[in-house]
């Protein structure tokens, strides 16, 4: 697929976030040798897209597994001229990873992460249902991700830089592995301080942790092998695909599992996480223009004949995005701490 320019970042800029999309915490002097650019300069870059709201890292429980996370898609309808201030009501949870103003058969989709059932219940009570200007709501718990958004790439770079930064030994990248999913209170207060600076060094993290360096090190390693992950992400308006819509669709079981690897290798496929509703299926795809809507469902009627798409929405604008707090411009404006579940 042809890759357009983007406006408000220049080739550095993209190929530095490309760089910090494959490894989120690669150091300066790798990305700059990568690169061909004094790590000085690609630091600097860094800072600017960063303190512009253009890209960020961040960190949050791997959503593949369920015993560190419960997570969810919930449909949200409101009282008519309530979704913005439900919205931001949402927003301001850390529980409520992404909040999306939409158009079609609900008024938002919100995806949340909880710590189990019960917790999910507690919420769907407390702050849905409890929330001024909400009327309804209908939740999908995931049982499964098949693809999610640390997955997408920019192409920036070649085949060749982007494997020497794959080879690189960094802290984002565990030891093969399994590590301990029982977290304490310093591992709480990293991953809330790496979601909102997923690049925080680690003198900073052990500062404002009030722990040695040493232990941070042990303690971010243990943390990115037992369930944390980390991801760059880039605002949507600069990533040349301005327009996202969801998909809620059904494939019959016994198709399930091949149908989900088959679109998470679809480029423009977001996420899609599979649920236990209506629909087994949920995809968020990013696009081009308003035509691809169509176009799309096309593709995958054809792609997977099995497949049926019960309804499809159109995102109006993303109100919250893995915890950033997202203008209209789709810019970082600000970011809801993660609290693990």
């Not at 507690?122 to 249902?129: A, D, H, K, S, Y």
Request: aromatic share 4%; charged share 20%; net charge neutral.
């Amino acid at each position: 697929m042809q890759e357009f320019a983007t406006p408000g970042l220049d080739e550095l800029d993209r190929a530095v976030v490309h760089a910090l999309q494959i490894r989120p915490r690669a150091s300066w002097t790798l990305i700059g040798d990568v690169l061909g650019v004094d790590p000085v300069t690609a630091a600097r870059r860094w800072q600017r897209l960063t303190e512009a709201g253009l890209a960020w890292v961040t960190a949050y429980p791997r959503l593949s597994d369920s015993r560190i996370v419960v997570s969810a898609i919930v449909e949200v309808d409101t009282e008519p001229g309530a979704a913005e201030q439900v919205a931001q009501a949402l927003a301001a949870d850390a529980a409520v990873v992404n909040v999306k103003l939409m158009a079609g058969g609900r008024d938002l989709v919100a995806a949340v992460q909880v710590r189990d059932l019960n917790e999910l219940a507690r919420l769907n009570t407390l702050l849905f249902q409890g929330t001024p200007g909400v009327r309804t709501t209908r939740t999908h718990v995931s049982t499964g991700v098949s693809t999610e958004g640390s997955r997408w790439r920019l192409r920036s770079l070649d085949a060749a830089q982007c494997a020497r930064i794959e080879a690189a030994t960094t802290l984002d990248t565990p030891t093969v592995g399994a590590g301990e999913t029982e977290w304490d209170a310093l591992d709480a207060r990293l991953v809330e301080l790496l979601s909102t600076d997923g690049r925080m060094s680690l003198s900073r993290l052990a500062t404002v942790a009030d722990a040695g360096v040493t232990t941070v090190r042990r303690r971010l390693q243990s943390l990115l092998l037992s369930g944390v992950s980390l991801r760059c992400d880039l605002a949507r308006p600069l990533s040349g695909w301005p327009l996202s819509a969801v998909y809620f669709a059904s494939v019959p079981g016994r198709y399930l599992e091949e149908t989900s690897r088959v679109l998470a290798g679809v480029r423009v496929v977001r996420s899609c996480a599979i649920t236990a509703g209506p629909n087994n299926l949920v995809i968020d795809v990013w696009l081009r223009e308003l035509a691809d809507v169509h176009s799309f469902e096309a593709h995958l009627s054809r792609q997977l004949p099995r497949l049926t798409i019960g309804d499809r929405s159109v995102v109006l604008r993303t109100v919250k995005h893995m915890g950033r707090l997202l203008g209209e411009d789709g810019h970082c404006v600000g970011v809801v701490p993660l609290r693990l579940p």
